[in-house]
């Protein structure tokens, strides 16, 4: 099979920085009135799984050229970055990738982290996206460097299945080991975040449903999405969240409670006789960008301000560029006040194809 080459980085797609009209606003809200309380940074662009909804192999070869290690946001500006969003609003700080837990000595950019307080004393949440491949022999030390919990993507619980998805021959009995050890070690709730592709593994559903099902983690269900240019997208692959609510309502009876916080992405129901609560992620067919709190750092410090972006504004040329965190500060409530992103909301037939930025490179 021939690859394609897609770039991760195109120097054409960065915005220019908007205007600096006065001191930064605490805290920022944007053209619509939303408020920024949610950051996720990638550290990584690599990957040692290749799923077909995020990075399919025949893109990403053994020969795909990934960012030099000199390109890539050190953990001294992630943290210094990280600081100045939180003097602008910030309460919740995800780290992603790629597979995060292949940057070399994460656990210490999670020290450096976990000590940023908030404006009222208290830690920011942080938290953390894996693939679980190396969560077993991690999640200690995570835990013990100060992270508060993990999200785990698991999207079957077969192997034949499962590994359709990863494309990596990982078998999914070492994913339930990390989830395993991420509980063991006090990483929880585990949310358990399972993509739902037409024709591929929508019979897991219910085996999923029935396995953590009074095992006090969260699983959910999420729509398979248009991001990026690489994962072939269609709409008829799309299983509406409804349908599966139906589905495991006919099995299992449950009922809609209410979010946990403003601008939740998931929409909660728990089940009826007490034994947890499920999730699901509407991304395509009913759509949460009016109450939508979250940017994004790429994993060389590009700043998006919605996961379906075309472009994004470069931060690591402020960080590098002698910039003081005051004027870093302004920049960030410059971009966020002129954000008006609500895509899920204007999705078309012609939105659909455009190439967007790669969920690989700045996480789900």
Not at 49 to 54: A, K, Q, S
Not at 152 to 176: R, Y
Not at 332 to 353: F, G, K, L, M
Request: glycine share 8%; aromatic share 6%.
């Amino acid at each position: 099979m021939t690859e394609r080459v897609i770039a991760l980085v195109d120097a054409g797609r960065h915005k220019p920085l908007p205007p600096v009209t006065g001191p930064a606003a605490s805290p920022a809200q944007d053209r619509l009135g939303r408020a920024l309380r949610d950051l996720r940074i990638s550290v990584t662009d690599r990957c040692n799984f290749r799923c077909v909804y995020c990075m399919p192999k025949e893109v990403f070869g053994k020969d795909y050229p990934y960012l030099a290690h000199s390109e890539l946001l050190s953990f001294e500006e992630i943290t210094r970055l990280a600081k100045i969003f939180v003097d602008q609003g910030i309460e919740k700080i995800r780290l992603t990738g790629g597979e995060p837990l292949l940057r070399r000595n994460i656990e210490r950019l999670i020290e450096m982290l976990a000590a940023i307080s908030l404006p009222n004393g208290e830690s920011v949440e942080l938290t953390l996206t894996t693939n679980a491949s190396l969560l077993a022999k991690k999640a200690r030390a995570l835990k013990d460097a100060g992270l508060a919990r993990v999200t785990v993507s698991l999207d079957a619980l077969d192997d034949p299945t499962f590994m359709a998805m990863n494309d990596a021959d990982f078998p999914v009995a070492k994913v339930l080991a990390g989830i395993d050890a991420a509980d063991a070690a006090g990483l929880a709730p585990v949310k358990i975040n399972m993509v739902v592709k037409r024709g591929v593994n929508e019979h897991s559903i219910l085996p999923m449903a029935r396995r953590f099902k009074g095992s006090g983690h969260v699983l959910r269900f999420i729509e398979f999405m248009d991001v990026g240019a690489t994962n072939g997208w269609r709409m008829d692959d799309v299983i509406a969240s409804r349908e599966i609510i139906r589905m495991l309502s006919e099995h299992m009876p449950i009922e809609p409670i209410d979010p946990n916080y403003p601008g939740e992405v998931a929409e909660r129901w728990r089940y009826r006789d007490g034994s947890g609560e499920i999730g699901v992620i509407s991304s395509v067919t009913q759509a949460f960008c009016r109450s939508c709190t979250r940017a994004r750092i790429s994993t060389e410090g590009m700043l998006y301000t919605c996961l379906f972006a075309t472009a994004g504004y470069d931060f690591r040329d402020l960080l590098r560029g002698g910039k003081s965190d005051a004027e870093i500060r302004a920049a960030i409530a410059a971009v966020w006040s002129v954000r008006d992103d609500r895509y899920s909301e204007i999705r078309s037939a012609e939105t659909a194809p455009q190439r967007k930025i790669e969920m690989s490179y700045i996480g789900g």
